[in-house]
């Protein structure tokens, strides 16, 4: 079992930043692929970015590239989304999650957090 919290969420204006974090506890953690996804209301969860288990490869939706960084410290089971340049069209909520094996869907990961909130206001 691999158990996520999220972190680092709030309001921002357009042209901000943010860092998220997901603190992550569990056996195997620095062998799974962490990927950063999110939810607007209303709207189907998205894949934003996935980090391999050794963070050397890395991938991104085409609507953050350029503007979003994963990154991953396994000595602290923790892994970050630096997120600058918002838009409001970012706005959601984004979520951390975990998987042996996982790509750019969601169904592919088998944990997930709980969640946190980014709002980015004109």
């Known amino acids: 079992q691999v158990q996520l919290v999220e972190s680092g969420g709030g309001l921002v204006q357009a042209g901000g930043s943010l860092r998220l974090s997901c603190a992550a506890s569990?056996?195997?953690?620095?062998?799974?692929?962490m990927g950063w996804f999110r939810q607007a209301p209303g709207k189907e969860r998205e894949f934003v970015a996935v980090s391999t288990w050794t963070g050397g490869r890395t991938y991104y939706a085409d609507s953050v590239k350029g503007r979003f960084t994963i990154s991953r410290d396994n000595a602290k089971n923790t892994v970050y989304l630096q997120m600058n340049s918002l838009k409001p069209e970012d706005t959601a909520v984004y979520y951390c999650a975990a998987s042996s094996q996982g790509g750019v869907r969601s169904r592919e990961y088998n944990y997930w957090g709980q969640g946190t909130q980014v709002t980015v206001s004109s």
């Open positions: 569990g056996r195997t953690f620095s062998t799974y692929t």
